[in-house]
């Protein structure tokens, strides 16, 4: 497997709280991306970077905000938690982003968030 | 924005018996990249496709690229108990970053 750690891998938080997951990579891919995954839904992408502080949204952007400050971390924070946002959250990881660019994408191992 | 359908949702077989989940595009892509998701688990990569018509084969599983590149299948010979799991296309289009996944395939096997 790709060198993408996450953590924490399980948390419980409460509705209305401030929550930050992180992904760190030692492969020094450009490209890291975070998912959640939802029963019914696939993985929907978040939020993505192609560089150190170079980032843009996803499909599901809203209530989330990332940030890339070194190659190897990519954070992800919920400003403020909701139910809705309780699900599985990957990070992925890719040497390119463009088609034809190794840009198969390498997953970590995910994190369980449940907002209650 | 581009939307990538996946079917069947769910499939369950016997154990020996053959498995296809077809993948379908909006849009025309560039590449198709098919991932496998154990239970409780993260998805792996398992291959990309980028020519029209293009057909690859890792062991007993097939993958085809459709003519027009906007549909995709995967094809099991022989399941076996290994494959359980859920199957994920996922599509890129020219010029985009990223990849759009399908909602996948839960491969569901009785012995």
């Known amino acids: 497997d790709a060198g993408i750690t996450q953590s924490p891998r399980h948390k419980v938080t409460e509705t209305g709280t401030p929550v930050t997951l992180r992904c760190h990579q030692t492969?020094?891919?450009?490209?890291m991306y975070w998912y959640r995954q939802d029963p019914g839904h696939g993985l929907r992408l978040i939020h993505y970077?192609?560089?150190?502080?170079?980032?843009d949204k996803g499909e599901v952007s809203d209530g989330y905000s990332v940030s890339r400050s070194k190659t190897e971390d990519f954070l992800l924070t919920l400003e403020s938690a909701t139910s809705s946002q309780t699900s599985v959250y990957f990070c992925?990881?890719?040497?390119?982003?463009?088609?034809?660019?190794?840009?198969?994408?390498?997953f970590g191992p995910g994190t369980r968030l449940t907002v209650l | 924005g581009q939307q990538v359908m996946q079917i069947p949702q769910y499939q369950h077989v016997q154990e020996g018996e053959d498995f296809t989940t077809y993948c379908n595009s909006s849009t025309t892509l560039s590449n198709i990249q098919w991932y496998k998701q154990r239970p409780g688990g993260h998805p792996v990569f398992l291959i990309q496709l980028v020519k029209s018509g293009e057909v690859k084969k890792q062991k007993r599983l097939t993958f085809q690229f459709g003519e027009a590149k906007k549909n995709s299948s995967l094809h099991i010979t022989a399941t076996q108990t290994t494959d359980v799991g859920t199957y994920f296309c996922a599509g890129q289009e020219g010029g985009a970053d990223g990849l759009t996944f399908g909602k996948g395939t839960h491969l569901i096997i009785q012995p």
């Open positions: 492969e020094n891919h450009r490209y």
């Open positions: 992925a990881i890719s040497e390119g982003g463009l088609a034809g660019s190794y840009n198969e994408q390498f």
């Open positions: 970077s192609y560089g150190v502080k170079d980032t």
